[in-house]
């Protein structure tokens, strides 16, 4: 009889501690820059379960960090600055509605010349395939999978200086062209290419103006994509961890050299994917206008 007391004690122990228990596995999370092609990391009100967030009509990426649940955002380059809205729901479908600022950001220019001119301005049959393409690529990149443990600091795909920055204003052969939407990162044809950070991959195929490319599901939204490979070495429905081979450096699609073009892609926009790196230093000799 006097047992029981002790259970009761303990019993109560274990309820109070489940919001701990499951905010236990606290995540990394990347760098908070809430610029144009940047990232937000809110910390939201206090739950005992993951909250539902919505940025931009689409789901976010919520994890556990510090004690609390976090929401991850990315910002589109077209983002205009001030406050944007965002909605959560600790339960029960009951939405509200916070806002976070977005401060200006200023890229530079790139200007590069292609002398295949049909890379540039493609024909009637090329636009054709183009167009069949677009589809498989929006699909890959607008992934959504719904996960607890979401890797939010990468390993670099290839080890070696980043060639051309995140944001950059392009212009190919002087005609002005959609800002670069990932960053480009210097390799021999046939260097290897790792995965950066644990996924599923969902999509690869041979593109008109990505060449050979990967695309590599981290979950809740963020994906990775690679383009311009020599050679592809995974199949649809792999499980990759990091450090494990995706590929090779080539030079397929629209390029002027062989090179790694890696977009992170964050609610089905492209961030800078600098801010998810564990250490940054390798690509500080491009010189990156940051």
């Avoid at 206090?46 to 991850?72: C, I, M, T």
């Avoid at 295949?116 to 090329?126: F, G």
């Avoid at 050299?257 to 600098?274: A, D, E, F, I, Q």
Wanted: charged share 25%; with cysteine.
């Amino acid at each position: 009889m006097r047992s029981a007391p002790v259970l009761f004690v303990v019993s109560l122990l274990f309820l109070f501690t489940l919001p701990t228990l499951a905010l236990a596995d606290d995540q990394a999370l990347p760098r908070h820059n809430p610029v144009p092609g940047g990232v937000a990391v809110i910390e939201l009100p206090e739950s005992d379960q993951r909250p539902a967030v919505r940025y931009r009509e689409r789901s976010a990426l919520v994890v556990p960090s510090g004690g609390r649940y976090q929401a991850v955002l990315g910002i589109p380059l077209s983002a205009s600055t001030g406050q944007h809205e965002y909605q959560f729901s600790l339960g029960d479908d009951d939405w509200q509605t916070d806002t976070f600022h977005v401060s200006d950001k200023e890229y530079a220019e790139s200007r590069i010349t292609i002398e295949d001119e049909s890379m540039v301005t493609p024909d009637e049959e090329a636009m054709k395939r183009i167009n069949q393409e677009r589809p498989r690529i929006r699909q890959a990149l607008s992934q959504h999978t719904d996960k607890d443990d979401v890797p939010l600091s990468f390993i670099l795909p290839v080890e070696d200086v980043e060639t051309s920055p995140f944001g950059r204003k392009r212009f190919i052969n002087d005609q002005p062209r959609n800002p670069h939407g990932g960053i480009d990162i210097r390799g021999a044809t046939g260097t290897p290419i790792v995965a950066p950070g644990p996924g599923t991959v969902i999509e690869t195929g041979d593109y008109y103006f990505n060449g050979k490319t990967v695309f590599l599901d981290h979950g809740q939204g963020l994906v990775s994509m690679f383009c311009h490979m020599d050679e592809i070495e995974v199949s649809v429905g792999d499980e990759l961890e990091p450090g494990d081979r995706v590929g090779t450096v080539g030079m397929t699609g629209r390029v002027t050299g062989p090179h790694l073009h890696w977009s992170v892609s964050l609610g089905n926009t492209m961030v800078n994917p600098r801010y998810f790196l564990e250490d940054e230093s390798p690509l500080d000799a491009s010189g990156d206008d940051e």
